[in-house]
């Protein structure tokens, strides 16, 4: 929904902004009326489809005795001493698509759903929930693991060749077509910045499949087959749970870690072969992590 909104946003500007600027051709001023009408109604749509996409996303504002849902057109403020019940996190289908949404009933029987990728501090959101819910929240220090023969444990990486796997082979392929495209094209200087775009372009589509982990005494690790520099650090005893997940049309596979602070990650590898896929699972079981294998069967993506 929000793709084509901003594709609505990007036609109808760009049409009504070159009517505007085309208005001195030679045209009729009849015709130079009506063009004129069109290029402002179209701008016009274009900035009131910008404030739309703009009013969608809100955030959260919590006080001692109140939450405030702020959008760009209204603010709604809902007391605290109101809620009659609250779900957190639960996956539900929004417009089509499977989302991460909590639910807040009032006693006057008002439903307030609030969808995770909406805010984008709903995790500390999701921590006053809880709180108030009567949850323990625990933080990164207080969850026991087994150290028994940690003292022993050496670091494991999981990660078997990307070159070799169809994201890999696909990405290099798109490299290979670029580069052949630079050296037979004598104008390189003049589109250097559409090169560089496309580099940019293709990597950032290609490196979302080419996570890969490092699983130490004390922290799992993601690290990225092209991004090198990109490096995201989990401790293990904040670490709720991990699920695997396999989706339509996925080349690889997901994992979504869930820490005790509410927070929610996921990243996609076609890196790993389903016998390294078995012992990430089972040193992520050795560290008392709860893990849930969910890539038998595909299913649809959920947005956190």
């Known amino acids: 929904m929000l793709i084509a909104l901003f594709f609505g946003v990007f036609l109808t500007g760009s049409f009504g902004i070159i009517l505007l600027f085309n208005i001195n051709g030679n045209l009729d001023y009849e015709y130079k ?9 179209f701008t016009l749509l274009s900035i009131f489809l910008f404030l739309i996409i703009l009013n969608y996303f809100s955030t959260i504002k919590i006080d001692k005795t109140s939450i405030s849902i702020i959008s ?16 957190i996190s639960e996956i ?12 807040i009933t009032m006693k006057n029987e008002e439903k307030l759903d609030l969808y995770s990728f909406k805010y984008s501090n709903f995790s ?15 933080s990164d220090k207080s969850k026991e693991t087994d150290t028994k023969n940690d003292s022993d444990f050496k670091n494991i990486k999981f990660n078997d060749s990307h070159i070799i796997s169809f994201t890999g082979i696909t990405f290099y392929v798109f490299i290979v077509c670029l580069l052949i ?17 496309s580099l940019i ?23 990225n087959s092209i991004k ?15 699920e695997i997940n396999k989706y339509y049309k996925q080349p690889g596979k997901s994992i979504i870690i869930k820490t005790y602070d509410y927070k929610v990650k996921e990243y996609s590898s076609d890196n790993l072969w389903n016998k390294t896929w078995i012992d990430f699972k089972r040193n992520i079981v050795n560290k008392t992590i709860t893990i849930k294998d969910n890539s038998n069967f595909p299913n649809r993506r959920v947005t956190y």
């Open 33 to 41: 009326d009506t063009r004129l009408i069109i290029g402002l109604t």
């Open 72 to 87: 760009l057109f209204k603010t709604k403020i809902y007391p605290i001493n109101e809620f009659e019940k609250i779900t």
């Open 92 to 103: 539900t289908e929004y417009y089509g698509a499977l989302t991460d949404r909590s639910c």
């Open 124 to 138: 500390e959101f999701r921590k006053f929930l809880a709180v108030l819910k009567g949850g323990n929240i625990v």
């Open 181 to 197: 495209g630079i050296i037979k094209n004598d104008d390189f200087k003049d589109d250097f910045f559409k090169i560089l775009f």
């Open 201 to 223: 372009v293709i990597v950032q589509i290609f490196s979302a499949q080419m996570n890969y982990f490092i699983l130490t005494k004390e922290y799992l690790i993601i690290k």
């Open 228 to 242: 090198f520099w990109k490096k995201d650090i989990h401790k293990l005893n904040n670490i709720q749970s991990i």
